[in-house]
C-alpha cells in the first residue's frame, strides 16, 4: 500500500457509457470522446474509463471528476470546432489531488476526438460495441493512438469478437496480431510495428446462473448484476420464478425440473453457478449436472455437513474428488453472515473475487 486512493474503471459504467454513445450517434447527434489510454500514481481513473461530451457541455461518463475532467471538457470545446484528435498528458498535483478526494497526485495520458454522426460508420460502429456489451459476448476493443499530440485524422478503431467477427476500421491481419499479443485481463497499451494500440477487454463480467428463487436468490440477483454480471434466475415453481420478484434480472426461467436446469444454458469458463435450492435433494441435482459443465465457478450454499453428504452421494454416482473440489461450499466468503442480505454479500463478494482470477 503506498497511501494513494485511486479508482478503477467500472464495468457496468462501461457499458452505460457506451450505449449512450450509441444513442446520440442514432439520433444525429455528433459528440467528442475522451479516453484515459493509461496512468501512473493515484489517477483517480484507469486506462479504457470515458466521458463523452456533448455540444452543450454535458457529459457522460466519466474520466475522473475535479480539475481533471474540468480540463478534458475545455479540450472538447476546442475539438467541435477544429475535429482535430489530441493526446494530452495530465499531471495531477498533490494539491489537485486533495480538492478530488485523492491522498497524492498522478498522471493519466488522454485521447480525445470528434465522433462525427454524419458518418454511418461511426454509428455501426459504436452499436456493435453496446450490442457486444449487451450481450456478454467476449470481445477486444482496440483503438490506434497517434503517435503526435495533435493530428487531423481520427483514430482506427476494431472491435474483435472470441468468434473471429472483425469490426471497424483496422485491417483485420493487424487486429488478429494484436489480439495475439494481448493476454492481459485489464486494458493496456499494445506495441505493434511503429504504433501503440489501446486494447481493452469487453464483457469480462460473466455471466452468473442462479439456481433456486427463494429468499437468497433474491436479494442476490439485484446485487449480482449490480456489480456487472449478466444475472439469470432459474426454478421450477413459476409463483417464484417470476418478473415481480426479479425486475433487474436479464432472464428469469422456469424448467420443467431441476433434472434438466442447465439444459440449454450457454454455460462457458466466464459463468457462475450459484445453487441455492429450496432442499438438499434439489442441490444435489443440480450440483451433479453443474459438475458436468465448463463452469469457472460453482458454488453451493449449505452447511459443511450437508455438502459432505451431497459430495458423498455424488462419488457414489461415479464423480470424482477432483469434481467436488471445484465447488465453493459453503458458498460466500466468511464474513459472518447470518441473514439474506448479508449470504448474497458474502456470495457476490466470492464472485467478484473470482471474477478478479483470485480463486
Do not use: W
Not at 475545455?74 to 489531488?97: G, H, I, Y
Amino acid at each position: 500500500m503506498n497511501g494513494c486512493l485511486s479508482f478503477t474503471s467500472n464495468p457496468v459504467d462501461c457499458m452505460s457509457v457506451f450505449k449512450g454513445i450509441a444513442k446520440l450517434l442514432s439520433e444525429g447527434e455528433s459528440l467528442v470522446l475522451a479516453t484515459i489510454i493509461n496512468r501512473s500514481g493515484s489517477a483517480p481513473r484507469s486506462a479504457g474509463s470515458r466521458m463523452a461530451v456533448r455540444s452543450d457541455g454535458s457529459i457522460l461518463g466519466t474520466v475522473g471528476g475535479g480539475i481533471l475532467e474540468a480540463r478534458v471538457q475545455e479540450l472538447a470545446a476546442s475539438v467541435f470546432e477544429n475535429r482535430r484528435t489530441l493526446v494530452r498528458k495530465f499531471t495531477l498535483t498533490p494539491e489537485d489531488a486533495s480538492r478530488m478526494g485523492m491522498i497524492c497526485g498522478g498522471q493519466v495520458r488522454v485521447l480525445i476526438h470528434f465522433v462525427d454522426a454524419s458518418e454511418a460508420f461511426q454509428s455501426r460502429f459504436y452499436q456493435d460495441v453496446a450490442a457486444t456489451l449487451d450481450a456478454y459476448r467476449q470481445a477486444l476493443l482496440v483503438t490506434l493512438i497517434p503517435a503526435e499530440e495533435e493530428v487531423f485524422e481520427r483514430p482506427g478503431c476494431g472491435l474483435t469478437g472470441k468468434d473471429g467477427s472483425l469490426k471497424g476500421t483496422l485491417d483485420s491481419v493487424l487486429m488478429r496480431e494484436i489480439a495475439a499479443r494481448f493476454g492481459g485481463r485489464q486494458p493496456d497499451v499494445v506495441r505493434y510495428g511503429e504504433e501503440d494500440f489501446l486494447v481493452e477487454p469487453l464483457s469480462k463480467e460473466g455471466s452468473v446462473f442462479i439456481f433456486g428463487a427463494g429468499h437468497i436468490a433474491r436479494e442476490l440477483a439485484p446485487l449480482a448484476k449490480l456489480v456487472g454480471f449478466r444475472t439469470t434466475v432459474l426454478d421450477d415453481r413459476q409463483e417464484f420464478a417470476n418478473r415481480a420478484r426479479f425486475p433487474s434480472a436479464d432472464a428469469v426461467l422456469v424448467p420443467d425440473s431441476f433434472e434438466t436446469a442447465v439444459d440449454g444454458l450457454d454455460i462457458d469458463e466466464e459463468s457462475c453457478l450459484v445453487i441455492v435450492t429450496r432442499g438438499h435433494a434439489h442441490d444435489k441435482t443440480v450440483l451433479g449436472q453443474a459438475l458436468a459443465t465448463k463452469a469457472g465457478y460453482i458454488g453451493m450454499i449449505g452447511s459443511r455437513r450437508k455438502r459432505d453428504a451431497v459430495y458423498e452421494a455424488l462419488l457414489k454416482e461415479g464423480f470424482t474428488r477432483a469434481d467436488v473440489e471445484r465447488v465453493h461450499s459453503p458458498i460466500g466468503l466468511d464474513i459472518g453472515a447470518e441473514t439474506p442480505e448479508e449470504i448474497a454479500v458474502s456470495i457476490v463478494a466470492e464472485l467478484i473475487r473470482a471474477r478478479a482470477g483470485k480463486l
